[in-house]
């Protein structure tokens, strides 16, 4: 067979003509780009990004952000301070989260202790499956995901670091099936009879897309009646479990929410508990948004109950600002469930005849290989400021939306959808142009466009961000996130301020 990588005529391979001994990296010039660069984040992210005199967002559109980008990708490298302008490009372009008046998302602001661990774990570079690469962080995320559980008020369980809420609950589904049906794992779908899973009307997404990733099926998520503030109808699940039970289904898994995404609703997980326990299902806890209530004892009976359930899911980067992506999935299982469930047993990875306790490998629990390091930032931020520190963090965004609902109660043209029981608060504007013409034909139709309209207003001239939706009959509204401990009252003013500046004239 010929060569397929013939040598040039010197000799030489012209793959590798550079000297095998001279590094290809320059480590003294890679460390000066390194520090440049972290002036720049520095100054554009962290104290432009967080200053509310500057602007949330630099915005321009895809075609003329990707000219200004220059996205290309070609054979030749660029000189240095061609690329530490492309790091202030992207910083100044990006969108700037921990700014005190980015409302859009249920992550917002930073925390410098967390951030610090973000740079460490990035730094470090390992992959979170063995003690033998990753021996600190192995330990770590053991006592970070046991004090997670103590919080929830369990003594024993176990437990993993997922990327994000939405593989937790897959994660629950999982092990719910695979408790009932061990066999599934080796014989798949043929092995199990129709399975039924139970959520509210109003829980994430995530539940019907792990249906679907798992062959469950979205047609076999039965959801469940609400209350008028959002909540799980626990005698409406009762109803709906004795029914699939009558169809020859088997009723696998009842997905809980506390903290719902638009409302924030929590679901009374001690009536659900209830009703688990009569028809043996899986309770899960989806508290991806919610979970950071257990830190306050003002605040945790939202989730009075939460000790019953089999499994939860938390994701600490939402309002604790552990920093994307921290998310825990809990379980109360003593049994190894997670990893008999999960495992691959990869004899090249978690040999059995190391030199140290192989439990401590702990990546066979995931259906990951590679996994980051997610515990680091969640262990500093609390090593730092302590459970007293985060309880006030909690107790501080429920004291804000509190004021927030106040003043917008005396102002006319705002209009609350609901009393709000957690941080989100969803309201209407109403422009002077519809004020007290709620009976005309074409009211709803105008205004659905209002949030809309303000909101690409407020995006071009970058002086905040607030998300919007609509929800079963109600058309779009205002959904308005406060959990930064950089907010003020001043912000909370100003954005009720902005939006009238904005929405006036509509």
């Not at 200053?51 to 054979?75: F, H, M, N, Q, T």
Request: with cysteine; charged share 25%; hydrophobic share 40%.
């Amino acid at each position: 067979m010929a060569n397929m990588f013939p040598l040039s005529s010197d000799g030489q391979d012209p793959a590798n003509l550079r000297d095998i001994n001279e590094p290809l990296i320059d480590h003294s010039e890679g460390q000066l780009f390194l520090n440049e660069a972290f002036k720049i984040i520095i100054e554009e992210v962290l104290c432009k990004g967080t200053d509310v005199k500057e602007k949330v967002c630099e915005w321009k559109g895809p075609e003329d952000l990707a000219l200004l980008l220059d996205l290309e990708l070609r054979a030749e490298g660029e000189p240095q301070q061609r690329l530490l302008q492309r790091v202030k490009d992207v910083a100044k372009y990006s969108i700037k989260t921990s700014h005190p008046r980015f409302f859009n998302q249920q992550f917002a602001g930073v925390d410098y202790h967390a951030l610090a661990g973000r740079f460490l774990s990035e730094a470090l570079n390992t992959n979170l499956f063995t003690y033998e690469v990753a021996p600190v962080f192995v330990l770590m995320e053991t006592e970070v995901l046991r004090s997670l559980r103590q919080l929830v008020g369990w003594t024993e369980g176990d437990g993993i670091f997922c990327p994000g809420g939405s593989t937790s609950n897959m994660f629950a589904m999982n092990l719910a099936r695979y408790r009932l049906f061990p066999e599934v794992k080796s014989q798949g779908l043929w092995a199990v009879p129709r399975l039924t899973i139970f959520t509210s009307t109003e829980s994430h997404y995530s539940v019907k897309k792990g249906a679907a990733f798992l062959g469950i099926g979205t047609d076999n998520i039965i959801e469940v009646k609400v209350d008028e503030g959002g909540r799980i109808i626990p005698e409406d699940l009762d109803e709906k479990i004795k029914l699939t039970k009558s169809q020859g289904a088997v009723p696998l898994l009842v997905s809980c929410t506390s903290g719902t995404t638009v409302r924030g609703a929590f679901d009374p997980l001690d009536r659900i508990a209830d009703v688990c326990e009569k028809h043996n299902v899986w309770m899960h806890v989806d508290s991806a948004w919610g979970g950071s209530v257990l830190f306050s004892e003002q605040h945790r009976h939202l989730m009075k109950g939460v000790a019953r359930a089999n499994s939860v899911a938390w994701n600490p980067h939402k309002m604790l600002m552990a920093g994307l992506q921290c998310s825990a999935f809990l379980l109360q299982d003593t049994t190894n469930l997670l990893k008999k469930c999960h495992s691959a047993n990869a004899t090249y990875l978690f040999q059995q005849d190391k030199f140290y306790d192989v439990n401590l490998d702990v990546g066979d629990k995931t259906v990951q290989c590679s996994r980051k390091v997610d515990c680091l930032k969640l262990w500093l931020m609390w090593k730092a400021v302590g459970s007293i520190g985060l309880a006030e963090r909690v107790d501080k965004a429920f004291n804000l939306v509190r004021h927030l609902v106040e003043q917008m109660k005396k102002r006319e043209g705002f209009h609350l959808l609901w009393e709000p029981e957690f941080l989100n608060v969803c309201f209407w504007f109403i422009p002077p142009s519809m004020r007290g013409k709620e009976g005309n034909a074409d009211y709803q139709d105008r205004l659905t466009n209002v949030a809309p309209a303000i909101k690409e207003r407020m995006i071009k001239q970058g002086t905040m961000m607030v998300g919007y939706q609509p929800l079963g009959d109600k058309v779009n509204f205002f959904r308005m996130i406060v959990l930064s401990p950089l907010v003020s009252k001043e912000d909370m003013d100003f954005s009720l301020d902005e939006i009238e500046r904005l929405g006036n004239d509509l």
